[in-house]
């Protein structure tokens, strides 16, 4: 059974930065694309980055340049960079794979606020 386990979020001030990580099975983190989903209250989840198997990346315009979505497989692990943190990033951050979800992990909240 697949276990994603997110870490790394908390509060931050407007402006602030966080690294989150996402570590899991080799199986699925390595060869898969996987990305960062969130969730904010009362909202559905949405994709905001993800990075294919050869490091290619892609993310949602309301990230782009402030977030960054990096992999190393020698750690099984995921990580997503938050810049330049608004408040509207608040939500609780997930990983999964893109396509073929797995069970999802309890996620990561982060919150921004001053």
């Known amino acids: 059974q697949a276990q994603l386990v997110e870490s790394g979020g908390g509060l931050v001030q407007p402006g602030g930065s966080l690294r989150l990580s996402c570590a899991g099975p080799?199986?699925?983190?390595?060869?898969?694309?996987m990305g960062w989903y969130r969730q904010a209250p009362g909202k559905q989840r949405d994709l905001v980055a993800a990075?294919?198997?050869?490091?290619?990346?892609n993310y949602a315009d309301s990230v782009k340049g402030r977030f960054t979505i990096s992999r190393d497989n020698a750690k099984n692990t995921v990580y997503l960079q938050l810049n330049s943190l608004k408040p509207e990033d608040t939500a609780v951050y997930y990983c999964?794979?893109?396509?073929?979800?797995?069970?999802w992990g309890q996620g990561t909240q982060v919150t921004v606020s001053s």
């Open positions: 080799g199986f699925i983190v390595r060869f898969r694309t």
């Open positions: 999964n794979s893109v396509g073929a979800v797995v069970e």
């Open positions: 990075i294919t198997r050869g490091g290619d990346t």
